[in-house]
């Protein structure tokens, strides 16, 4: 069956210290994948998407993903942490060909930003 | 531009009650999608819209759950005789043709938080 695995529910991090976000994937074919972002109150906001080539992702707010498909992963990184980014992250996949984005959703990690 | 939006923000009612619930997608987007949110859960897809095509209504949970869409434009979620379980965020998105792939990109509304006493 096609699932995403977001292993970590919580993540504390400090301002300023590196952060990595895991998703693990189990899917059929060769997926799309993409991070959203959820900050309170707000609707998701995609932060960036895979689709092929280069396996290493750059997104908006400093964020980049990589996809390692012997892993069956793509996890999200953000080197320097800003207190803007404590919001829920959630990781997706959906179908390489035919149809359409009919999205898979891991059950997101929240992440806490201390000053 | 305007964004995906979503009426109402809240909406608190008693088990047994229908309730109606609206998404205006971007403007020009042909695509539509419904999706579920119960707490601490990640998002659960509930149904399609793509122009004038039938919906796929393969993920609504029960016959009490439908949706419509008027052409291109405004859609509703309606659930009737809602149940303690049905409490979620409901949240619309849409997408400029609805292909597969990342070209193509949803975008999010805000959500509708439905609580069933």
């Known amino acids: 069956a096609q699932s995403v695995t977001q292993p970590d529910i919580h993540i504390t991090v400090s301002e300023g210290a590196s952060l990595e976000l895991r998703c693990n994937y189990s899917?059929?074919?060769?997926?799309?994948l993409f991070w959203y972002v959820q900050s309170p109150g707000q609707g998701l906001q995609l932060l960036l998407k895979?689709?092929?080539?280069?396996?290493l992702v750059q997104g908006i707010k400093g964020f980049e993903a990589e996809f390692k498909r012997s892993q069956s992963s793509f996890n999200l990184r953000k080197p320097s942490v800003h207190w803007s980014d404590a919001a829920e992250y959630f990781c997706a996949v959906g179908p390489f060909s035919g149809g359409y984005n009919k999205l898979i959703f891991g059950a997101g990690t929240r992440l806490a930003v201390h000053p | 531009g305007a964004g995906v939006s979503q009426s109402p923000s809240n909406k608190v009612t008693e088990k047994g009650k229908d309730v109606e619930l609206r998404c205006d997608p971007i403007?020009?987007?042909?695509?539509l999608y419904w999706y579920r949110q119960r707490l601490g859960q990640g998002l659960e897809f509930l149904i399609y819209f793509q122009g004038n095509s039938a919906p796929d209504k393969s993920g609504l949970p029960s016959d009490r759950f439908s949706a419509e869409r008027t052409g291109e434009s405004v859609s509703t979620l309606t659930i009737q005789r809602t149940q303690q379980e049905d409490s979620a965020v409901y949240l619309c998105?849409?997408?400029?043709?609805?292909?597969?792939?990342?070209?193509?990109?949803?975008?999010f509304g805000p959500g509708t938080r439905l609580t069933v006493l």
């Open positions: 998105a849409s997408s400029l043709a609805g292909l597969a792939g990342p070209r193509d990109t949803q975008y």
């Open positions: 895979y689709f092929s080539g280069d396996t």
């Open positions: 403007s020009g987007h042909t695509a």
């Open positions: 899917y059929g074919a060769t997926p799309y």
